[in-house]
Structures are given as C-alpha cells and as structure tokens.
C-alpha cells in the first residue's frame, strides 16, 4: 500500500482557516481517488471529501457544509483539504486515503469508512470557540 505523509494539522480559532496536505510515495498515485475522512474524540469515522483519480471529479461528505475545497496536483503527488470557517466540532485526527482500486469515484471512497486497517495517528485539527 502506498506511503502517505500528512502536513498541516495545528490549532485554530473558530472561523480560522488551515490547509491539510497529504504526499504519497508511490508513482502510481495518479491512478487512484483519494480521500479525507476524520475522526474526532468519541466519534465514528467521517467521510469529509474524496476527488477522482484525474482530479475533474470532487465528492463532499455532509460535515463539510461547503467550507472545505479538496484538490490534488498529481505532478506532485500531493492531495490537500482547504478548510474554512472551522467550527469547533470539525476538531478531529485527520486522515487521506488512497482508494484500493484504480480509477474508481471518489464516492466509492465512502467504503473505506468501515476499513480495519490501521490508519496511523492522522494529523490533528482543534479548533477551539
């Protein structure tokens, strides 16, 4: 499975800003969808967004409340969640995904909600009132 590393987690006030950014170490990253989801403290798993493989397909999950704009510059490897207008309640561990299966829709991603497979920590958002 391909390596991701996540970038740009940190605190904000509510109404802030933050832009998260997620680099796969495998050239074949342009071939998959790719996802955000979260989880915050004493919650299920979240689907935020997903995008298509090609970038020209964006699916949002109901907690983003068109605040969030995810994209991916596949010449970089690089898929990013903007977040604005944060609200305390989007305070959570945040994770990408890359799909498991090629060029699928970035709404195929929701599978991954149920996903036993070990994560790692995510990169955390807090976003306090």
């Known amino acids: 499975q391909v390596q991701l590393v996540l970038s740009g987690g940190g605190s904000v006030q509510a109404g802030g800003s933050l832009t998260l950014s997620c680099v796969a170490s495998?050239?074949?990253?342009?071939?998959?969808?790719m996802a955000w989801f979260r989880q915050g403290p004493g919650k299920e798993r979240e689907f935020v967004a997903g995008?298509?493989?090609?970038?020209?397909?964006?699916y949002y999950g109901s907690v983003t409340l068109g605040r969030f704009i995810v994209s991916r510059d596949n010449a970089r490897n690089t898929v990013s969640l903007q977040m604005n207008d944060l609200k305390p309640e989007d305070t959570a561990n945040y994770y990408c995904?890359?799909?498991?299966?090629?060029?699928?829709?970035?709404?195929?991603?929701?599978?991954?909600?149920?996903?036993?497979?070990?994560w790692g920590k995510g990169t955390l958002v807090t976003v306090s009132s």
């Open positions: 495998d050239d074949t990253f342009s071939n998959y969808a």
């Open positions: 995008i298509s493989w090609s970038g020209t397909a964006t």
């Open positions: 995904q890359s799909d498991r299966e090629m060029f699928r829709s970035p709404s195929d991603m929701l599978q991954l909600i149920d996903d036993k497979e070990d």
